[in-house]
């Protein structure tokens, strides 16, 4: 979509609330039946743009829109089968509804409100355990590794130090349950955070075997850090995979193999004059039943580390270097993999249909146009209808596109104090970035999160 376009645009000059203004305008074309898409795009350029309480009551919204998607009207469900799947309501794939309580937990964390962010911690731990519930294929995706682990941070920041282990822990496992498809490793900074947690807790045997288990790892206790300020970065880094259409020809005679062969040969386009010509081209033919299924294309960042300096106004320099934490394209792949399938039977059947009521209504309208007139009228609405089921087969492209590539994500304890902080993406020089430095006031024992887009 071309609004995707501007939006990124907007987001390389660092102009994030230019962004959030094309999302705003675009609300009408998103339509009634994108309504959670509007809002989670909404809701991730508002908190681009620092207004993070706008940013909480659009997410709000979308998850109310969600909860009254559960019961789902046979119509729309009927007007879907006989078109394309954007006649559905768009309800998000089960990590894109997580990312909601995600965005909406660190809108809290920079607002000031800590305790409104563990509801989202503790929303986030509902919905995966009904997610879990509710998926039977054991390497599916049914937790969040980045989601836990956030939650953790949440609740030792507030000193749910015991919540905050379990959260750490669970994170932990899934991280290393799901690196085969992520294609991605424990963060390390997850393992200093799970010696630090155990050892506060007493938990003696879970830090033997953490010890054992992390024997390079060097990590502090929590009474070390405790009259230290905490610091957590939060990076977007690149774009989030888009879906194009991807066609699947079938024809039903020997003429249409041809024809489907010479076509394809010709133009692998799917531009919409390619299209329209194909709905021209197979119509007259008849014997063409046309399949759309989406295909995602990844839009990989090209920078795989940031570093963050925090600059005091006296003594040397902090330096961190982020590390991922979500890789939110593998995600959108495996949801898609994981649904093809069902996307795969539903819309072959779909095709079948449209293909049946068309050749029904040619051979109707045959009939009643008699013998002379029958075989141009035949043609006429055969043209019309089979065109039509050409034309009308799209695939459902609809995604949250402006997630980013990557979530990566550092944390830093430092002396209280006033800091100037300083981000730039490693080995990656952005001409476009201005060299703003924002300042930070920390205080012993607080904890401020840092939220940043890398682009591209």
Known sequence: MNRYLLIETSLRAHDPKGADAIVQRAEKDYGEKSLVLYGMDRGMTLQLAGDYQQSNAVLERAEEELDRLYTRRIRTETLAFLTNDTALPYEGEPFEQVLINVLKALNYTRLGQWQEALVEARRI???????????KEKNAYRDDGFARYLSGILYESTGDVNNAFIAYRNAYEIFESTSAWSR???????????????????????????????????????????????????????????????????????????????????????????????????????????VALPRLVPQKTQVPIDTVSLIPENGARVTVKTELAQNVTALAEKALSERMAGITVKALARAATKFALAEGTTREAEKAAGKDAG?????????????????????????????????????????????QVQSQPAEAYDPLRPETMKTLSLRPGETTVLIQRVMP
Not at 391 to 414: F, M, N
Request: cysteine-free.
């Open 375 to 419: 075989p141009l009228v035949g043609l006429l609405v055969g043209l019309m209808t089979k065109g039509l089921a050409v034309a009308s087969e799209e695939a459902d492209k609809r995604s949250w596109q402006t997630l980013p590539d990557e979530i990566h994500l550092a944390r830093v304890w430092v002396p209280a104090g006033r800091y």
């Open 184 to 290: 991605m490793t424990v963060p390390s900074q997850l393992r200093v955070d799970l010696l630090r947690t155990a050892e506060a807790l007493h938990f003696t045997q879970d830090l033997a075997l953490y010890q054992q288990a992390f024997t390079e790892t060097k990590w502090e206790t929590s009474q070390a850090l405790q009259s230290l300020a905490q610091v957590v970065v939060i990076s977007y880094n690149g774009r989030a995979p888009r879906k194009e259409d991807q066609f699947l020809d079938l024809p039903i005679s020997l003429d249409a193999l041809q024809l489907v062969l010479l076509n394809r040969g010709a133009s692998q386009s799917n531009q919409p004059s390619q299209r329209a010509a194909d709905s021209v081209l197979y119509g007259l033919n008849g014997h063409v039943v046309r």
């Open 125 to 135: 731990d509902h919905r995966l355990n009904v997610l879990s519930d509710r998926t």
